[in-house]
């Protein structure tokens, strides 16, 4: 099983960059998805959510109303679109699966929530 995370970049401040993440091996249509993000010296943190149908979306405080959210289960993917980027953005963006089927509660936000990460891409934005 392989999640692969793509679409980091530099970007300057108020720009837009949109991650993908396309999984491998099995599919996550019946699972939830998520995206955390981990800056220089700092604990990885969540950054977004998504149910397995879609139909549901959660998001850190930090980043509502900026980034979303959305997945494609025909293609087993997950995207996260981020708009109005600012400085405090730049980290490593994983995306991650959970491996329990029709799950969405409160570890949904957490790091042990999920069982299934991928590499990471880094999204650096300049002021």
């Known amino acids: 099983v392989q999640l692969q995370a793509s679409g980091g970049g530099l970007v300057q401040a108020g720009g837009s960059l949109r991650l993908s993440c396309a999984a491998s091996g099995r599919t996550f249509s019946t699972n939830a998805m998520s995206w955390f993000r981990q800056a220089p010296g700092k604990e990885r943190e969540f950054v977004a959510a998504?149910?397995?149908?879609?139909?549901?979306?959660y998001y850190a405080d930090s980043v509502k109303g900026r980034f979303t959210i959305s997945r494609d289960n025909a293609k087993n993917t997950v995207n996260l679109q981020m708009n109005n980027l600012k400085p405090e953005d730049t980290a490593v963006y994983y995306c991650?699966?959970?491996?329990?089927?029709?799950?969405?509660?409160?570890?949904?936000?957490?790091?042990?929530?999920?069982?299934?990460w991928g590499q990471g891409t880094l999204v650096t934005v300049s002021s």
């Open positions: 998504i149910k397995w149908s879609g139909s549901n979306t």
């Open positions: 991650a699966a959970d491996k329990e089927p029709r799950g969405w509660g409160t570890t949904k936000t957490k790091l042990y929530g999920y069982d299934y």
